[in-house]
């Protein structure tokens, strides 16, 4: 771990959400001491908090993801399953309707996607980061009701963090400065890194940004008969004629999320009435037909910011010493791809692997697994813009060559992989960040991308499942 002479072997993570959980985990035997400063409280058992109010929102752990928190945190994915984690194997049982028709259901067993509410993830993930720290040699501490107001240090290194307790006594309010000789920043989307860099004289990084303007609109129900429920989630993400979506997804206890969302002039009401009718309008009426058998838990959540926004902390000069960024402080992506949480986790792997001072050698440095979360995010980035573009801002960055020929490939395999089950394997090892975007450009896949026919998928939602 990169030392500082005040600092010495102390890090701070600003964020105790997911990402900052699990940066934790990769500082623990790296660092004597871990603070996490985390603006909320936490809440008894699995409540919502103001601090992540995408977690009313459906929210996928893809396969890619569930495996580097299992590396990270082993038996964690048991211990998800026994709070109550439904277990979605992809394609068998996330129904998937796109453009050319449904796809088939493959009982693939590949990728075995976690679906359950974000406050469950969270509060058992948490719980596992603690038991593994208090197991270590790091003392972890976390300051809960504290918020980061600055970075302290200069244009060139960090050397800690400006804090401020919320509530309590008004004179326990001030400010006060914590040293550390590493700082995390994982305080997710909102994060104000790149404001800090101004009053450290720094200028911020480069921001890339593709906005599909995309908004959310969620709402908790359970099936009137558990006995009828349908035994498989159900995905219609929209497309370019028809840009209005749908996920339908069981999670925990016997309920279900059903998340609605669309581009800009079809973004989903949050009035419950309209958002039923609002159902109606997607793609295909399968899951609105759903909702007739369900009754409602919940108000309807509503969700706008969703643009996928990439700080470029990686490139040379970029990221002053004494500091990481993780999450979606570095990185946050249309929620539609379900990617947010798993890269979160593999930008965590990638860290421990670059700072870990093992075999004697010297320490490394954070720009190195600043680099290394680069490398973790930039697979998921490129599928995420790529499928965004058509529905792009003028305001946004432009696509290049490469990125014009991906999408146009990319929109065929899409086609191909709906009803073919070697270019479907393909398509979900890398949209569940399993395997790197090369696999889709294997030649086997190539050529039954570009010269099979473009057929239609199947007419309605599959009951049967496939062997393959
Ligand atoms: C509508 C929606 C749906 C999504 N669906 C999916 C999905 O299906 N699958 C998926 O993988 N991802 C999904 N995501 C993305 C996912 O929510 C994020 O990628 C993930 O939460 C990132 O974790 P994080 O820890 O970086 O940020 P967060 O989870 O947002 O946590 C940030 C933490 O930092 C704290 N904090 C913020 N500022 C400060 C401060 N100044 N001082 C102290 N603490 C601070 C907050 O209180 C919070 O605890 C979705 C996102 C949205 C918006």
Redesign the pocket.
């Known amino acids: 771990m990169t030392e500082h002479s005040n600092g010495g072997r102390t890090a701070i993570v600003?964020?105790?959400?997911?990402?900052?959980m699990l940066a934790v985990t990769a500082l623990l035997g790296q660092a004597d001491t871990v603070t996490v400063?985390?603006?909320?409280r936490y809440p008894a058992g699995h409540g919502f908090r103001k601090?992540?109010p995408?977690a009313r929102?459906?929210?996928?752990?893809?396969s890619g993801?569930s495996l580097a928190l299992e590396e990270l945190l082993p038996g964690t994915l048991a211990a998800l399953g026994e709070a109550g984690a439904r277990s979605l194997y992809l394609p068998r049982d996330l129904l998937t309707r796109t453009a050319t028709g449904w796809q088939r259901r493959f009982d693939e067993r590949r990728h075995r996607t976690l679906s359950v509410t974000r406050p469950v993830l969270d509060a058992v993930v948490r719980e596992r980061v603690l038991r593994a720290a208090a197991a270590s040699a790091t003392r972890v501490e976390v300051l809960e009701a504290?918020?980061?107001t600055g970075l302290t240090g200069d244009a060139s290194r960090v050397t800690g963090v400006r804090v401020r307790s919320r509530g309590g006594a008004p004179g326990a309010r001030s400010e006060r400065e914590l040293v550390a000789g590493l700082v995390v920043d994982?305080?997710?989307?909102?994060s104000?890194t790149p404001q800090w860099f101004a009053e450290l004289g720094r200028s911020a990084p480069h921001e890339e940004t593709v906005d599909a303007g995309i908004a959310?609109a969620t709402r908790m129900y359970r099936p009137k008969d558990p006995a009828t429920a349908p035994d498989a989630g159900v995905n219609v993400p929209g497309w370019p004629e028809c840009p209005r979506g749908a996920a339908y997804v069981p999670v925990e206890d016997g309920k279900w999320l059903l998340t609605l969302s669309g581009v800009r002039g079809h973004h989903p009401p949050t009035d419950p009435a309209e958002f039923t009718a609002f159902s109606a309008t997607i793609g295909d009426p399968y899951v609105h037909e759903l909702l007739a058998e369900a009754e409602p838990l919940s108000p309807v959540h509503g969700?706008r910011d969703?643009c996928n926004r990439r700080r470029h902390f990686e490139r040379p000069g970029a990221l002053p010493a004494g500091l990481l960024v993780?999450?979606?402080?570095a990185c946050?992506?249309n929620?539609v791809y379900?990617?947010?949480?798993?890269?979160?986790a593999l930008g965590a792997l990638a860290v421990r692997g670059t700072l870990a001072n093992g075999g004697g050698q010297r320490p490394r440095s954070t720009a190195e697994a600043q680099r290394a979360v680069a490398r973790a995010v930039e697979p998921a980035w490129l599928a995420a813009v790529g499928a965004d573009r058509p529905y792009a801002s003028p305001d946004d960055a432009k696509a290049g060559v490469a990125e014009r020929l991906s999408t146009w490939y990319i929109d065929r395999l899409f086609a191909r992989a709906a009803i073919d089950p070697v270019v479907g394997a393909a398509f979900r090892d890398v949209f569940c960040l399993t395997a790197p975007p090369t696999r889709l450009v294997a030649p086997q896949i190539f050529l039954r991308t570009v010269f099979l026919p473009r057929l239609p998928g199947l007419p309605g939602p599959p009951a049967a499942v496939e062997e393959v």
């Open positions: 600003i964020g105790g959400g997911l990402a900052g400063i985390e603006r909320d601090g992540v995408q929102h459906l929210h996928i752990l893809l993801g504290t918020e980061a994982a305080s997710g989307r909102g104000r959310y969700f969703t993780l999450g979606d402080a946050t992506f929620p379900g990617q947010g949480m798993s890269v979160a």
